[in-house]
Antibody, heavy 121, light 107 residues
């Protein structure tokens, strides 16, 4: 069965960086893209970006351009999301999610359990 | 960036009633519109993709319709487990966006 297992909670100071991992299993990793979505406490869902696990192509939300980098390691079937220059409003639960099918980038059928990133001085 | 608006923000209904949720896009997204359900403390769950197709394992009481800029999610008869927040999301270009959500709560 498809599983996405994310790394554990992080506490960071303003200005620092965080790197969250998402280990995939139960399918051919390079056949599907992965999106990263975050949710601030009590708020809605915010799409952060998408990466092709096949060739590493990325698309990032405009508001995060320059601060976010998404990568994959095909040898370990793991996707990563790094966010730099952290601010207090980056405090959120960060999710990775897999495309539902090869032809449907952006339909997010499988989700990780979420990683809480807290930014506080 | 395509902006999605959802209405109403909150829908208060009783079990067994019909729920109708709306999602409007700032420009056409063709049929590239999905709906997700999220319960407290859980990751979202894909309900509907491409405007009207139910995802695997989703009960038939959930249905989606629409194209272009106006979309609807209908829950024909609310079950107790359906009280949750519902988000629409577009994937018509390579900058996907979510709507702000509609909370369906118990009246």
């Amino acid at each position: 069965q498809v599983q996405l297992v994310q790394s554990g909670a992080e506490v960071k100071k303003p200005g620092a960086s965080v790197k969250v991992s998402c280990k995939a299993s139960g399918y051919t990793f390079t056949s599907y893209g992965i999106s990263w979505v975050r949710q601030a406490p009590g708020q809605g869902l915010e799409w952060m970006g998408w990466i092709s696990a096949y060739n590493g192509n990325t698309n990032y939300a405009q508001k995060l351009q320059g601060r976010v980098t998404m990568t994959t390691d095909t040898s370990t079937s793991t996707a990563y999301m790094e966010l730099r220059s952290l601010r207090s409003d980056d405090t959120a639960v960060y999710y990775c999610a897999r495309d539902s099918s090869i032809a449907a980038a952006g339909d997010l059928a499988y989700w990780g359990q979420g990683t809480l990133v807290t930014v506080s001085s | 960036e395509i902006v999605l608006t959802q209405s109403p923000a909150t829908l208060s209904l009783s079990p067994g009633e019909r729920a109708t949720l709306s999602c409007r896009a700032s420009q056409s997204v063709s049929s590239y519109l999905a709906w997700y359900q999220q319960k407290p403390g859980q990751a979202p769950r894909l309900l509907i993709y491409d405007a009207s197709n139910r995802a695997t394992g989703i009960p038939a009481r959930f249905s989606g319709s629409g194209s272009g800029t106006d979309f609807t999610l209908t829950i024909s008869s609310l079950e107790p487990e359906d009280f949750a927040v519902y988000y629409c999301q577009q994937r018509s270009n390579w900058l996907f966006t979510f709507g702000p959500g509609t909370k369906v709560d118990i009246k």
